[in-house]
């Protein structure tokens, strides 16, 4: 192999290595950027406030509107609309109602407000708390005026005057919302804009609903898109959805136990059961003999008028001295499989009534009796423990036990949509795909370096064949021409005949008379029969010598004029057996040209028209240099002869 291909393999498999080193690095490089070009989860800061006439709950701030107007609203797990309180929620001029119910909102100052009509709220109408609200489209944004939280123009809108519901919702459900049961007339919820519009990274979201007595008064929490990793306790267990669109987030509860101060227990939930986890409502519904269980451990007192387990302050001051826990042991079913144990202190059920639930201000205990199955609920009471992760892609979620630490720093985890990872539980993203990004780069760059080493030698291959064929292709042509060189010289054509100095000048006559001839010096005249005819038309061109000064090189130093005209005494020249007898009229037949029998004229006329050498012959010389050289003493002999005789 030539060296120059040598030193270009050489610096292109260089060249691959050093490709393949960066390869590393360039993949990681790009799974960053991939990574850091991926949308983050949104975390939905609480506002400081904690309303409620069944709480009080950490609420949360919207903006609501074009101009903004700032409302607060609790947290729906099962609404997939954002509702708020109008104007006519509060009697004039009450400022009191408003502040208590998150202030208002007014869709007259809003440029952006967009009417559809009255239409029945929906959500918990199994617990006979549905209601009306006024629906319509406007521009939503998360976080007080200046926040920075995301805003979403033509979002779907209830505002609402009912009591059951005091406070607006914000939904985190992603149904759509649809008014007339026409499958091309609904409307995005908030959550599918999101994701539609790359500002999370899948359709979930984490939430707990914070806890006054934790600490000093934990707020609530939620993140859109996926959790916050420092307000829980991890669990393996993942619990599917149920098959019902309006309650799809159901756990089963296999048992609830009461725990006193002193570790002394008791089960408070005989058989187990499947609840439907919920945020919009504070309540914990559950059967009627559960209920009288509960009733029976912490001497709760049924209230028919406010359908209220209502907690007057010695009852309060004793239970509080006891500090009994209560705990809920969660799986996917109603029985075995995996569970997880979420412990409520009684301070979680130490929560306060107030208008429109009742006339005074007290305490109460928020468990509900359930009328059939699907009112077991556990309410937002029991979201003040425990951390709800729900993901929506993939059909399921998990519920943790909350972590309640001074100092934490939040840590939000997004949870990978469907379309970019594999399934997994809500409650653990997915692993990152970085690897296979890296794999994939590096595959790519060595098979870009090999097609370039490919080219390369490909490209010296065909030059090396090229050179090769152009070296054989000059081979064969010398070798032709040498044969032909080789062939030319056997057949003579390569010989002169006559030499190339002044001296073996060759001329040929002018085509003019005879009588422009002149005698070279030392020469005889010319005979007068000669020069009589000189004039006569029928010698013209006949001299083939030019103005009678050349003479033949071959007549050596003996430089006379060499004529045409034959002495009959010269003895006739004979041609080599390989040439022809007779040359074309310069040598007619010498025994007969001066007879008395025949005149100068015939001898002319019989030279004139002797047979010419063919084409061939002419073209061709058979005579060898020694054949050459005898043919040209006969004749230097015939002149010199006729010359004496003259």
Known sequence: MPSSWTKAILSTIHFAFLVCAQGGTLAKRTAAAAATAAPTPISFPPAQNWDGPDGPWSSFTLRVGKPAQDVRVL????????WVVLPDGCKANDSGCRADRGEVYNHNQSSTWSKIGLYELYNERNLDMNGNGLWGNDTIGLGIQGSGGPTLDDQVLAGIVTNNFYLGMFGVNPKPTNYTGIETDQQDSYMTTLKKRNMIPSVSFGYTAGAQYRLKKVLGSLTLGGYDQSRFTPNPLSISFAPDNDRDLVAGVQSIKTISENGVSSTLLSEGILAYVDSTIPYIWLPLDACIQFEKAFGLTWDDKSELYLVNDTLHEKLVAQNASISFTIGNGVSQGQTVDITLPYASFDLVAEY???ENRTSYFPLKRAANQ????????????????????RSNFSISQCLFQEGTQQKLVGIPSVNTTTAGTAAKPAKSSSHTIIIVIVVAIVAFVLLVVGAVLLYFWIRRRNRKRREIEEQEAAAREAEEKAERIRLGFDKAEMGTSADHALYEMAGSALSDLRVEAGGRPYPDWVKEKSTRADMAGMHELTGGHGSFAELGDQKRLAHEMYDPSAAPVELPADVPKELPGSIPNTSRAFNSDITHQQSIRRASVSTPLSPQFTFRAFLSNRQVDGFFT?????????????
């Not at 947290?75 to 954002?82: R, V």
């Not at 009112?375 to 992760?389: K, N, P, S």
């Open 356 to 358: 429109p639930l009742v």
């Open 374 to 393: 699907t009112q077991y609920t556990l309410g937002r009471t029991f979201l003040q423990e425990a951390y709800l992760i729900v993901d929506y892609e």
């Open 75 to 82: 947290i729906s797990s099962a609404s997939q609309a954002t």
């Open 634 to 646: 006969s004749i230097r002999r015939c002149s010199q002869s006729d010359i004496a005789d003259r």
